[in-house]
Nanobody
């Protein structure tokens, strides 16, 4: 069974940093496209970034470009989202996801759906 588990969320002051983890089981994570999303209270899901393993290209939302970066640890089958310069508007539940069926190319930002593989999310709260 394919599973994605996010961790690393928490409460941080504005300007602070967090590193989120997305650990995979049931497949080799770094072979495939992985996306990060977030959903704030009362708002729709928002795409944060996606890494295409076909060529390593990473696509960032304008709102996080220059502040968020992605990296992988093949030995741990884990992808990390490093979030720096956090702002209150970054407050949300953060999810990682993989396309279903698995593929190396990132779908369009609007191309993700409920039938894709999703983690349970981790809460990020940015507040003083």
């Amino acid at each position: 069974q394919l599973q994605l588990v996010e961790s690393g969320g928490g409460l941080v002051q504005p300007g602070g940093s967090l590193r989120l983890s997305c650990a995979a089981s049931g497949f080799t994570l770094h072979y495939y496209a992985i996306g990060w999303f977030r959903q704030a209270p009362g708002k729709e899901r928002e795409g944060v970034l996606c890494i295409s393993q076909s060529d390593g290209s990473t696509y960032y939302a304008d709102s996080v470009k220059g502040r968020f970066t992605i990296s992988t640890d093949n030995a741990k089958n884990t992808v990390y989202l490093q979030m720096n310069g956090l702002k209150p508007e970054d407050t949300a539940v953060y999810y990682c996801a993989a396309p279903r069926p698995l593929r190396r190319l990132c779908p369009p930002t609007t191309g993700w759906a409920q039938q894709d593989y999703w983690g349970q999310g981790t809460q990020v709260t940015v507040s003083s």
